[in-house]
């Protein structure tokens, strides 16, 4: 199984935690839970970048079970309305890679070293308001976009998190992701954990760790070496 281009806005779109219009699960929606909103404003407020650990499984149920695995190194940053994000895989299936996703100034990029070709997505611009969702994103901004239910706390890797299930109020969004399940950190405003489900058959679950809020981030965040050869397209 391929973590394809056909995903890429998709993953692109929902990397990171999100609080909004929260409810209990087991009951209708009720009034959102104004102290999860309010620390998320407030760690909005002090957010500038973050890095992390990452190892996503890419699971399809149908027709064949498969899951896909790929590890590396996350890394987020926000200034005024600027928002950057950088994705440097180091193994897929075991094996070693180097494949590289940034999103800067409105574009994805895809770096594929074996391949030695760059994609640009040149329509991501669209999807910027979800990708600025849970690295950094404010309570208010987040309620604009998402309808959620409150799942309540649950400690992931020792830490407390508010687990929280999205739903996007956007139809268009909606045709590509039905779903997130996210666990929090609403002091931090980072996601330790994550469940996007595109389809009812394809998911991906994300597990962040070792985040560091507000650290230094290397120089090759969010770019990627290239060469004479290198070949370029636009999707």
Request: glycine fraction near 6%; proline fraction near 5%.
């Amino acid at each position: 199984m391929r973590f394809g281009i056909k995903l890429n806005l998709a993953v692109l779109i929902a990397l990171v935690p999100v609080a909004g219009c929260i409810a209990h699960s087991q009951a209708k929606p009720l009034v959102a839970k104004p102290t999860i909103l309010d620390r998320l404003d407030a760690a909005s407020r002090n957010f500038h970048s973050t890095s992390a650990e990452v190892k996503f499984d890419t699971i399809e149920t149908d027709p064949v079970p498969d899951t896909d695995v790929q590890t590396g190194q996350v890394y987020y940053e926000r200034k005024g309305s600027s928002f950057k994000m950088g994705v440097h895989f180091a193994h897929h299936n075991g094996k070693d890679s180097a494949k590289v996703y940034t999103y800067t100034d409105g574009l994805l990029k895809i770096f594929e070293p074996a391949a030695n070709e760059v994609t640009t997505v040149t329509k991501a611009r669209q999807w910027e308001k979800y990708v600025m969702l849970g690295f950094g994103a404010s309570g208010k901004e987040l309620s604009n976009q998402w309808t959620i239910k409150d799942l309540g706390p649950e400690k992931v890797g020792g830490v407390d998190t508010e687990k929280l299930e999205l739903v996007a109020k956007d139809p268009e969004v909606r045709k590509n992701l039905t779903k997130v399940t996210v666990w929090i950190d609403p002091d931090r405003a980072v996601s330790l954990k994550q469940i996007l489900d595109f389809t009812s058959s394809t998911s991906r679950v994300g597990t962040y760790s070792n985040v560091k809020v507000n650290e230094p981030l290397p120089a090759d965040a969010f770019t990627f070496k290239t060469d004479k050869q290198t070949q370029y397209r636009n999707q």
